[in-house]
């Protein structure tokens, strides 16, 4: 079904915590995945333009379950996956989170790919390219975003460009959930991996102009709009393509580098 508007809108409609109640949800879905300090929520309320949408907290690993976003135009989900890394938990609570994402991302035909949330501060860190080598080995297309943009110079950034670039086949995406920086190219990025290229034109949110770090942070307001049902695409799998990453063997399986 194609969109009549080029507004965005985002719905939490799902919030999964144990992986018994996860769901068929049959309408494409991208996952969003990082370490628990990233940034995700920050993103996601910069995506759909609503402060709240997700929730924010200055103490890291508070998203502990898989949040269905659900997208208008295009019929689709964003979902966002607990934080790893973060060890000033229980074990027993690292275990549980790794083992939901793992089911998640192995048994789930619709998922189209995966955008690794990684801070544009850093270099790689182990954690990111394992995840990055394990969503490869599931044969999904991936892509690198590198958040907190707005914290880094421009050559900061343009270097933390090229340095990913090299290890990836599709160029990473500077995002800045403070100024809106990358959002727009971010919403290109995304439409392209879900819907059909002949969709792709008119399900992609409107352009909006893209901020610099210097520029005053970007006000956001609810958009307008009530959700709608999943609508079921014509594919019933993955969608085909290279992966995001190049080719490398994981070292060992999602969950158990989660537990350190």
């Not at 049902?229 to 190049?246: E, H, I, L, M």
């Given at each position: 079904m194609k969109p009549e508007t080029t507004s965005v809108v985002m719905t939490l409609t799902d919030t999964i915590y144990l992986p018994s109640q996860l769901k068929t949800v049959p309408a494409p879905q991208v996952a969003l995945a990082g370490r628990s300090n990233v940034g995700?929520?920050?993103?996601?309320?910069?995506?759909?333009?609503?402060?709240?949408?997700?929730?924010?907290?200055?103490?890291?690993?508070?998203?502990?379950?898989?949040?269905?976003?659900?997208i208008r135009p295009g019929e689709f989900y964003l979902v966002d996956l607990p934080g790893y890394g973060y060890a000033r938990c229980a074990k027993t609570e690292r275990e549980k989170w790794a083992k939901l994402i793992d089911?998640?991302?192995?048994?789930?035909?619709?998922?189209?790919?995966?955008?690794?949330?990684?801070?544009?501060?850093?270099?790689?860190?182990?954690?990111?390219?394992?995840?990055?080598?394990?969503?490869?080995?599931?044969?999904?297309?991936?892509?690198?975003?590198?958040?907190?943009?707005?914290?880094?110079?421009?050559r900061e950034r343009e270097a933390k460009k090229r340095l990913w670039a090299d290890m990836l086949t599709v160029p990473p995406v500077v995002f800045s959930g403070k100024t809106g920086l990358g959002r727009a190219a971010l919403w290109a990025e995304i439409s392209r991996l879900v819907l059909p290229e002949s969709e792709t034109a008119?399900?992609?949110?409107?352009?909006?102009?893209?901020?610099?770090?210097?520029?005053?942070?970007?006000?956001?307001?609810?958009?307008?709009?009530?959700?709608?049902?999943?609508?079921?695409?014509?594919?019933?799998?993955?969608?085909?393509?290279?992966?995001?990453?190049?080719?490398?063997?994981?070292r060992r399986r999602l969950g158990s580098r989660a537990k350190t």
């Open positions: 995700k929520s920050t993103l996601v309320n910069m995506l759909g333009s609503r402060k709240g949408l997700a929730k924010i907290s200055a103490t890291p690993g508070k998203t502990r379950s898989l949040n269905f976003y659900h089911v998640y991302l192995a048994n789930n035909p619709w998922l189209r790919a995966v955008l690794a949330v990684v801070d544009c501060r850093l270099p790689p860190q182990a954690l990111d390219l394992d995840l990055l080598a394990y969503a490869t080995g599931q044969g999904l297309p991936t892509m690198v975003v590198l958040t907190k943009a707005d914290k880094c110079s421009q008119e399900a992609a949110p409107a352009p909006s102009p893209e901020l610099s770090p210097e520029d005053a942070a970007a006000s956001v307001t609810s958009p307008n709009g009530e959700s709608a049902g999943p609508q079921a695409p014509g594919a019933t799998g993955p969608t085909s393509g290279d992966p995001g990453v190049k080719p490398r063997k994981p």
